[in-house]
């Protein structure tokens, strides 16, 4: 079983930046496809960001060249390093994980997912 711990959400400006951060326990981290997914309020939830067991990364077209996802295996830490800032990108973002290869975009795939952090960015 795999624990997934969020944290580094919080309050920002438009044009601003935040770091998140997901500490895993449990199994073995490096085997781990990692990703975030948000979601807002009255909207479904979407997917982020991923990265693969090669550090291979996939972006949704809504954040491609502001955010950055990348991983620590000796920290079992994944990040979303998320820069220019949007009131749109006001969501819970979630950290997820799955044991099978491949990041898809499908929430429904992933296998274990954080509690979330609040993210919200002010116009």
């Known amino acids: 079983q795999v624990q997934l711990v969020e944290s580094g959400g919080g309050l920002v400006q438009a044009g601003g930046s935040l770091r998140l951060s997901c500490a895993a326990s449990?199994?073995?981290?490096?085997?781990?496809?990692m990703g975030w997914f948000r979601q807002a309020p009255g909207k479904e939830r979407e997917f982020v960001a991923g990265?693969?067991?090669?550090?291979?990364?996939t972006y949704a077209d809504s954040v491609k060249g502001r955010f950055t996802i990348s991983r620590d295996n000796a920290k079992n830490t994944v990040y979303l390093q998320m820069n220019s800032l949007k009131p749109e990108d006001t969501a819970v973002y979630y950290c997820?994980?799955?044991?099978?290869?491949?990041?898809?975009?499908?929430?429904?795939?992933?296998?274990?997912w954080g509690q979330g952090t609040q993210v919200t960015v002010s116009s």
């Open positions: 449990g199994g073995t981290f490096s085997r781990y496809v």
């Open positions: 997820a994980a799955k044991t099978r290869a491949g990041v898809v975009p499908t929430g429904r795939m992933w296998d274990y």
């Open positions: 990265i693969g067991w090669s550090a291979i990364s």
